[in-house]
């Protein structure tokens, strides 16, 4: 998921309210598969520091995410 922000570990949230609050989500993806992503950030996130992350559970917990920094 994409997140507007570092959210930390959301875990006992349903997986469809963590759905709500992404600006974008990929599904399941497998050990050595890959799946692409075209996503164009509103300005309204310009300086903003989204976090990409996996919420399935102790992915977050185990490092499973990244933020960005979006300058204008």
Same mark, same amino acid.
């Given at each position: 998921?994409? !997140? =507007?922000? +570092? $959210?930390?570990?959301?875990?006992? !949230? +349903?997986?469809?309210?963590?759905?709500?609050?992404?600006? &974008?989500?990929?599904?399941?993806?497998? =050990?050595? $598969?890959?799946? !692409?992503?075209? /996503?164009?950030? =509103?300005?309204?996130? &310009?300086?903003? %520091?989204?976090?990409? +992350?996996? /919420?399935?559970?102790? #992915? /977050?917990?185990?490092? !499973?995410? %990244? $933020?960005? #920094?979006?300058?204008?």
């Amino acid at each position: 998921m994409i !997140m =507007p922000k +570092a $959210e930390g570990n959301m875990s006992g !949230m +349903a997986m469809g309210n963590m759905d709500k609050m992404a600006l &974008a989500a990929v599904d399941n993806i497998s =050990p050595g $598969e890959t799946k !692409m992503l075209d /996503y164009t950030f =509103p300005a309204s996130t &310009a300086n903003s %520091q989204p976090e990409f +992350a996996c /919420y399935l559970p102790g #992915h /977050y917990e185990a490092g !499973m995410k %990244q $933020e960005a #920094h979006i300058t204008s």
